[in-house]
C-alpha cells in the first residue's frame, strides 16, 4: 500500500473550505483504519489567495502544486472579487495551474446513484444507474486557438472570431486516455466532433481513428456534437466513454451533469501526460463552483469534494479498494435517506455539512469493520 504520498490541498473560497475540511475527515480515516499516510500540505489559491498574497496563484502554490504527488482543490471564485479585472480574477488561479501543470484531459464522470434518480430531469427509469464518463481536453481548441480577438474592418464594420486548432499531438494524447478508460471500463469510446461541418473535425476523426489502433479491445464509433447532445439528454445510458475537444466536451458534461440533476454529487479529475518515470500531475474537484448563495451556512453538499478524493485515490495513487470503499460510502449514506438541501426528497431527513461528512465516515467505519 503507497505510503506517505504527498497531497496539495488548496480549499480557496466559499464553500470550498467548508466541503474540503470533511475530506480531511476521511484522510484521517484512512491514516487510522487503513494505514496510508498522506503528506498533506495547504495552500492559498483564488480569492483567498489575492487577499492574501495579491495574485490567485502565487508562486508558492505553484512550487507545492509543481512538487506534489496529486492536488485536491475545493473552488474558487465568489461576489467579493467580481469587479477586478479579468487578469486578476479568483477563477485565473485554476487556469495558470491548468496550463504550467500540463493537465490537459479533463475527466467527468455523470453517475447517478439509483437513491437520487428521482432528482434527474429525465424519467427515473432513463437515468437510473446512469455511469459514463467524459473526456474533455481542457488545454487546446477554440478557447486557446489563435487568431482571436474583436476587430474593425476597413469598412467600418467589426467582428469577433475564435480559432478552433488541434494538432496530431494534442489529439492523440487525449484521445490515449479516453482509450485507456474505455479499457478498463466497458470497452466503448464514442468520439464526438463536427466533421461534417469542420475542418479541425475531419482532422479529430482522422487522429481519434489511427490512436483506436492501438487500443484492439476498446470499440470506436464516432457521433456528431449536435447528436450527442441530443442522446444524451434523451438516452443517457447508452454512453460509456465519451471524447470530445474542449468546446464540445464543456458542454455535454454540463449537460450530463444536468441529467443527473445533481451539481453538489459529482467530481472531476484533470490529468497531464505520464513522464517517463509513469508520474503525472494530476488535479481533483467538484464540477460545482464555490456556491456563495450558501457559504458560511453550513449547508453544502460535501459528496462531490470527498468523490473527488476517491478519483484521486484511484488516479494518483492506483488505489482502487479505498475509492470504491468511499463510493460504496457515499451510497449507503444516501440509502439511509440523509440528504443535504441540495439533494433533498420528502421523507428524508435533511442535514448539514458536516453531519454527512460524519456519516460518510461512520459507513467507512462500519465496511472497516
Ligand atoms: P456554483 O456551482 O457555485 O453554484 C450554482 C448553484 O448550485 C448555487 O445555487 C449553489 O448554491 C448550488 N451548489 C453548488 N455546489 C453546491 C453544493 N456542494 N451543495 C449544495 N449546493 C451547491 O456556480 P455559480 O453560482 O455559477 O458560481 C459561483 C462562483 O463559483 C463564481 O464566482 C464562479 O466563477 C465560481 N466557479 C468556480 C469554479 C471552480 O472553482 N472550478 C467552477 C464553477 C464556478
Redesign the pocket.
Known amino acids: 500500500m503507497p505510503a506517505n504520498k504527498k497531497l496539495l490541498v488548496l480549499p480557496?473560497d466559499?464553500?470550498g473550505p467548508e466541503?474540503v475540511r470533511e475530506v480531511r475527515r476521511v484522510i484521517d480515516w484512512l491514516d487510522r483504519r487503513r494505514q496510508v499516510t498522506f503528506d498533506v500540505e495547504e495552500g492559498l489559491v483564488?480569492g483567498a489567495a489575492i487577499d492574501a498574497l495579491g495574485h490567485p496563484c502565487p508562486d508558492r502554490t505553484m512550487e507545492q502544486a509543481l512538487a506534489a504527488d496529486a492536488i485536491l482543490f475545493g473552488?474558487?471564485?465568489?461576489p467579493k472579487w467580481d469587479s477586478l479585472p479579468f487578469e486578476g480574477r479568483?477563477?485565473l488561479g485554476?487556469l495558470r495551474l491548468r496550463k504550467e501543470l500540463g493537465l490537459f484531459a479533463n475527466l467527468r464522470p455523470a453517475l447517478v446513484w439509483s437513491p437520487l434518480a428521482q432528482a434527474s430531469s429525465l424519467k427515473a427509469d432513463l437515468v437510473d444507474g446512469l455511469d459514463l464518463m467524459i473526456v474533455r481536453e481542457s488545454t487546446g481548441g477554440i478557447y486557446f486557438g489563435e487568431p482571436r480577438g474583436i476587430e474593425t474592418l476597413p469598412d467600418g464594420t467589426r467582428r469577433g472570431f475564435d480559432t478552433e486548432t488541434y494538432s496530431e499531438e494534442e489529439i492523440a494524447r487525449v484521445a490515449r486516455i479516453g482509450f485507456e478508460l474505455a479499457a478498463k471500463r466497458s470497452g466503448r469510446l464514442t468520439s464526438v466532433d463536427k466533421a461534417n461541418v469542420m475542418q479541425s473535425g475531419r482532422f479529430w476523426r482522422e487522429i481519434v481513428t489511427r490512436t483506436a489502433a492501438e487500443f484492439p479491445n476498446v470499440e470506436l464509433s464516432h457521433m456528431y456534437a449536435d447528436n450527442c447532445a441530443m442522446q444524451l439528454a434523451s438516452r443517457p445510458k447508452q454512453f460509456d466513454v465519451i471524447l470530445a475537444s474542449n468546446l464540445f466536451g464543456d458542454l455535454l458534461s454540463d449537460l450530463a451533469a444536468a441529467v443527473t440533476g445533481s451539481?453538489?454529487m459529482l467530481p472531476s479529475a484533470t490529468l497531464g501526460a505520464p513522464d517517463s518515470s509513469g508520474r503525472r500531475h494530476a488535479l481533483y474537484?467538484?464540477i460545482?463552483?464555490?456556491?456563495?448563495?450558501?457559504a458560511g451556512k453550513g449547508?453544502?453538499?460535501p459528496c462531490?469534494q470527498i468523490l473527488s478524493f476517491a478519483m484521486l485515490l484511484r488516479w494518483s495513487f492506483g488505489m482502487e479498494e479505498d475509492a470504491r470503499l468511499i463510493e460504496n460510502a457515499v451510497e449507503k449514506v444516501l440509502s439511509g435517506g440523509l440528504r443535504?438541501?441540495?439533494i433533498m426528497v420528502p421523507g428524508a431527513a435533511r442535514v448539514g455539512t458536516s453531519i454527512m461528512g460524519e456519516a460518510v465516515v461512520r459507513e467507512l467505519d462500519k465496511m472497516a469493520a
Open positions: 480557496g466559499g464553500i466541503v483564488g473552488s474558487v471564485g465568489g479568483p477563477e485554476i451539481l453538489g474537484e467538484p460545482h463552483g464555490s456556491a456563495p448563495d450558501i449547508i453544502a453538499n462531490a443535504t438541501a441540495d
